[in-house]
């Protein structure tokens, strides 16, 4: 990619990550967003995180295919049960990353 | 209303509600600069990209989509997606932050993440803390968040590919932040449900679309279930 593609891609990628995190914040100091948007709302970042991680855990790489014996899976349920206990990003990070590597030598 | 600069002790205060934030920033960071550097992405557009778009998640996805040769449009839609959850997070701070100056709320949301949004908003309901220790708070954790991605990429070329687990870094901070987003029963099951979307959803049609399909799709259900929950009681 060439420095202008960077620049328009972090631009226009800047812009969808700032006007989300500005605008309830500008215009809800002054009027109330109405509340079906609000509940919704509430549902959107479990469903987005919870899309973006089942591929990667369940999804073959050269098939294609459902798989239940991914590695990526096999490490995430210690690293989940990790992180529901210490609700520590770093720290989950970093054992994730630790048992994967670990599984990686020996699996 | 209290001086926009803060005294030496609340911004002391502010530095210690940082440190858990850069703490976990400098792993993801440095490994996201590794991965970068290994997508071609140089030391001065990672640091453009981390100025401009303070946001982990989106830059990961970001990173893997220009190594698989995905559309600036699709990165940028994405993106837009993905950071979608944030205008819920601006929404609540807004409860604390009324009749603020413009000037100041447009420099205080560049730095609203999941994680400053958890301290800050912990801290402005337990009655203790002031705007300017907000935005302390957000901005001591965005420059380490720029030193660690660039950092990153400088040393990434010492890094051969797939060493200490660094792969796992992005799948490890996903899993954090959804465990930080199970606050009931009903945010679970809209997880489960796009996780579902989400696989079925790849079987069927290629490409990056599934993360603004299944999201949106398990977000409408969650919230029918929510009415649905709502009118019984």
């Known amino acids: 990619m060439s420095p202008s593609d ?41 469903a987005v995180l919870a899309a973006l991680l089942a591929p990667i855990l369940f999804i073959d790489t050269t098939s294609a295919a459902i798989t239940y014996g991914k590695l990526e899976f096999l490490v995430a349920i210690p690293t989940l049960i990790f992180a529901v206990k210490t609700r520590s990003l770093g720290g989950t990070v970093l054992v994730g990353m630790f048992l994967y590597w670990l599984a990686g030598i020996f699996l | 209303m209290k001086s926009l600069f803060p005294s030496s002790v609340s911004t002391k205060k502010a530095f210690y509600a940082a440190w858990p934030i ?96 958890a301290v800050n908003m912990a801290r402005f309901r337990a009655g203790d803390w002031t705007r300017s220790q907000a935005l302390i708070v957000n901005h001591l954790a965005n420059s380490i968040w720029i030193f660690a991605t660039v950092s990153g990429v400088l040393v990434g070329q010492f890094v051969p590919p797939g060493a200490f687990g660094i792969d796992y870094a992005l799948i490890g901070m996903f899993i954090s932040l959804l465990v930080f987003q199970f606050h009931n029963r009903l945010h679970i099951i809209t997880g489960i449900i796009a996780a579902v979307i989400a696989v079925l959803w790849v079987q069927f049609i290629p490409g990056d679309s599934y993360i603004i399909g299944a999201s949106v799709c398990a977000a409408t259900c969650g919230y029918l279930l929510h009415n649905r929950r709502g009118k019984h009681r």
């Not at chain 1, 995190?21 to 215009?27: G, S, T």
């Not at chain 2, 996805?61 to 997606?81: D, E, N, R």
Request: charged letters at 10%; one cysteine or more.
């Open chain 2, 22 to 117: 850069c703490l976990g920033y400098f792993p993801v960071g440095l490994a996201l600069g590794v991965l970068a550097e290994q997508a071609g992405i140089s030391w001065w557009a990672m640091a453009l990209m981390s100025i401009l778009v303070f946001a982990g998640s989106a830059q990961f996805i970001c990173v893997a989509m220009i190594a698989a040769g995905s559309s600036l449009w699709a990165i940028i839609g994405t993106t837009f997606i993905v950071n979608l959850r944030h205008v819920l997070m601006s929404s609540a701070l807004a409860v604390y932050l009324q009749g603020v100056k413009r000037t100041f709320l447009a420099l205080f949301s560049y730095g609203i993440t999941d994680e400053s949004f």
């Open chain 1, 6 to 46: 960077y620049l328009f891609l972090f631009v226009g990628m800047g812009l969808v990550t700032y006007l989300p995190r500005a605008l309830p914040l500008i215009y809800l100091t002054h009027k109330k967003m109405p509340q079906w948007l609000v509940d919704w709302l509430e549902y959107i970042p479990v």
